[in-house]
């Protein structure tokens, strides 16, 4: 009996360390892409007159000045842009977003951010990415480089009846609520059976100095200056992915 006992826990030990993968986390905007999807968005729903232009880009771009300045109100944001996804019903939405991705993204793809993800695939790693952007534009931006929905940690926005709502289900994905919706995911791989014995991650802006020095290995991906001067302070991996 004692040891079979034994021989169960070793068996249980050899399923744990095979199922104890690496992970890299990638950010999207000025990371893996060299625009903001998010804002390049609102300035091609305004570009294609769907919505009013003076109103929305003078909101748009006090956004991006304080996400830039680091000042952004998340919830507020996220609202603003979720409520043009109201007037439209799904199929509508997403031929919208199709023709956005294809003309204003797929030209700003990094190809670094490409060999990037591969060689992390490539070695057996898992990948995600992790954006402050809401999931709708997120998720099928991911789809182009080979990621799904399950491996997308976005800010999550509200669908009831096939329609949007406008609201937010829960924290938006930016700064410390990275952490949080990357804990939560960690938690649901864990119910599966996968752990994590090294972490990457990979980004741009000082907003994710929470998540870069969450990771194992944090890697400045072409930094803006606080992060740069941080990553060089704390002796970081610095890259250079810029077209």
């Known amino acids: 009996m004692q040891n079979q006992a034994a021989n169960s826990s070793l068996d249980n030990l050899a399923k744990s360390e095979n199922n104890s993968k690496e992970l890299a986390l990638f950010d ?66 997403f031929e919208i977003r199709e023709d956005y991705i294809k003309t204003e993204i797929e030209p700003h793809i990094r190809p670094k951010a490409i060999s990037a993800i591969q060689h992390h695939i490539e070695a057996g790693h898992d990948v995600v990415i992790i954006s402050a952007t809401n999931d709708f534009v997120v998720s099928a931006i991911a789809q182009r480089f080979g990621i799904d929905a399950a491996n997308v940690l976005a ?33 649901a791989k864990k ?44 002796r970081w991996a610095v890259e250079d992915w810029s077209i």
């Open 155 to 187: 800010t999550p926005l509200e669908v009831k009846d096939e329609r949007y709502t406008g609201k937010l289900t829960d924290k938006p994905n930016f700064k410390e609520g990275k952490i949080y919706h990357l804990n939560k995911w960690l938690e």
């Open 28 to 93: 999207l905007d000025h990371t893996l892409l060299d625009v903001d999807s998010d804002y390049l968005w609102g300035e091609y729903i305004v570009k294609n007159g769907l919505v009013d232009e003076a109103q929305y880009r003078t909101a748009n771009q006090r956004f991006y000045e304080e996400y830039i300045a680091g000042t952004l109100d998340a919830t507020e944001y996220n609202e603003f842009v979720a409520d043009f996804l109201t007037t439209l019903p799904l199929p509508r939405l």
């Open 191 to 234: 119910e599966q059976g996968v752990t994590y014995s090294k972490t990457y991650g990979y980004s741009d802006s000082k907003n994710d100095l929470p998540l870069l020095e969450w990771a194992d290995v944090p890697v400045a991906v072409t930094p803006d200056d606080v992060l740069h001067a941080h990553a060089l302070a704390h």
